[in-house]
């Protein structure tokens, strides 16, 4: 699959006002090469040439999830269609697959229903996905990339969200549950996703998610596997527990967490910059405080204290 643009030509028209150019028409002719047949619909531009078909053939067999008889929905499209999905949250199933053929000619162009659609993601199921992820994920960047690395050490974080609404069924029900709220429970269940990232290239190194009442430490416990002794993992005060930190210093990487205001810590010793050195749980850590402020683009500026 190749998608190219080339320009026809210019027809420049140049007015008397001062002799300047006035206007252009630039006519494009634009080539796009596609899978044969009911594989076309399976082409998004460059998400194609980052997500090869190869690929995408070889986990659907890897996972036993080929279509069994030749479709006009073939499990290949199906994977490009979820990932697609992913792109474009804001829209509709039908939608998002009008993206996925707008590039084709109209006698390729395949006319589905929502419910079409829906059995096409049914039938490709999670699996494949999941192994595409698994190929996928990991670090990205380059020695010189900037904001990657810290003296010898990748930098990378843990964080997560409970954003990611489902629709309120009785099956998301009983699987993720509604999280509390002061007059009761939320409208929509929620899916807490949790992922281990590369700071500066946001690169997904690792994922998972779950019901929320799971809590945040529990899902990181998962991707503890990822880490190595060359990393730098940083994460934010709901990770300072003294187990889950005694587990990630077992990994061999280097941490940097932020406390939380209620925990107080015993001084074992002073260091001679100014931090000390503390116990958390079997773990001996070095407290450092500071006041960090962030200066915005629109020149407003915030101040935190830190430990």
Sequence with gaps: MADSVMPAGSVPSVG?????LRSAVTTVVRSVTVAAGVFAPGHLGELTRQ???ELVDAVLEQTRATERRLRVLPSRVGVYFVVALALFPGLGSTKVWAKLIAGLDAGLRVSVSGKALRDLRRRVGAAPLRALFEVLA???AQPTTPGVRYGRYRTVAFDG??????PDTGRNRCWLGKM?????VTGYPVVELMTLVETGTRALLGAVFGPPATGETDYARRL????DRDMLVLTDRGFDAAEFLTELAGTGAQFLARLRSTRRLPVLARCDDGPYLSRIGELTVRVITADITVTCADGTRYTANYR
């Design 161 to 166: 969200c409970v954003s990611i609404k489902a």
């Design 224 to 227: 503890l596997g990822l880490l």
């Design 16 to 20: 008397a006002d001062r002799g300047r």
């Design 180 to 184: 509390r709220a002061t007059n009761g």
């Design 138 to 140: 990991g670090p990205v």
């Design 51 to 53: 997500v090869p078909f």
